[in-house]
């Protein structure tokens, strides 16, 4: 696609409750990222992907969140047993074959856990 | 250790010029970045600098300072469409991008 592509834009999920949060990179790139953006906070580093392995999960808060990607481009973030803390906007990024490149994000999903 | 400083908000007049200064330490530098933000919506690239000095694209410039750990966004008539958050970011030795918090700029009339 021309850019990368996330799904859902908006979440209202319970608190408790699993949500899957979806990435589609721009095709051809390798790596992709997933970050957080809290009210007023930085992006906060979550993961990384070259190809279909994660070299660099470092930045998982909890082993309630995890990620996958397979084919080499769609990613998805799922996060177990949500918590209102887990409120925020979550961001995708890719680059086109690793780090130190730029990277190009996607609109996010803005996920609120009640 | 790592970190990034850039100033919370800025304030500016349509046409003016104005300068957003990021400030960073790391013991491993792979290049800055200047992205763009506006509410709501994805980060997008502005620009890179991995060597000294001024980097010039129409009406923003970057520059930076190795030496210094210094960087700064430069911002040139300004326009009312400007006001957006501007977020600096390095590469550090272990091949993460860093993200200052993000310093929102507002352009009045």
């Known amino acids: 696609g021309a850019g990368v592509s996330q799904s859902p834009s908006n979440k209202v999920t319970e608190k408790g409750k699993d949500v899957e949060l979806r990435c589609d990179p721009i095709?051809?790139?390798?790596?992709l990222y997933w970050y957080r953006q809290s009210l007023g906070q930085g992006l906060e580093f979550l993961i990384y992907?070259?190809?279909?392995?994660?070299?660099?999960k470092s930045g998982l808060p909890s082993d309630r969140f995890s990620a996958e990607r397979t084919g080499g481009s769609v990613s998805t973030l799922t996060i177990q047993r949500t918590q209102q803390e887990d409120s925020a906007v979550y961001l995708c990024?890719?680059?086109?074959?690793?780090?130190?490149?730029?990277?190009?994000f996607g609109p996010g999903t803005r996920l609120l856990v009640l | 250790g790592q970190n990034i400083d850039q100033p919370t908000e800025m304030t500016a007049t349509e046409g003016a010029i104005v300068q957003i200064n990021c400030t960073y330490q790391?013991?491993?530098?792979?290049?800055l970045f200047w992205y763009q933000q506006h509410a709501g919506e994805a980060p997008t690239f502005l620009s890179y600098?991995?060597?000294?000095g001024l980097e010039e694209k129409g009406r923003f410039s970057s520059f930076l300072s190795r030496s210094k750990g210094y960087s700064y966004l430069l911002l040139k008539e300004l326009q009312m469409k400007d006001s957006a958050s501007y977020l600096c970011?390095?590469?550090?030795?272990?091949?993460?991008?860093?993200f200052g918090q993000g310093t929102e700029l507002s352009v009045k009339p």
């Open positions: 992907f070259q190809g279909n392995s994660a070299p660099d």
């Open positions: 600098n991995v060597l000294d």
């Open positions: 095709s051809g790139h390798t790596a």
């Open positions: 990024a890719s680059s086109l074959s690793g780090r130190w490149e730029t990277q190009y």
């Open positions: 970011a390095f590469y550090n030795q272990g091949g993460k991008l860093i």
């Open positions: 790391t013991s491993g530098f792979n290049g």
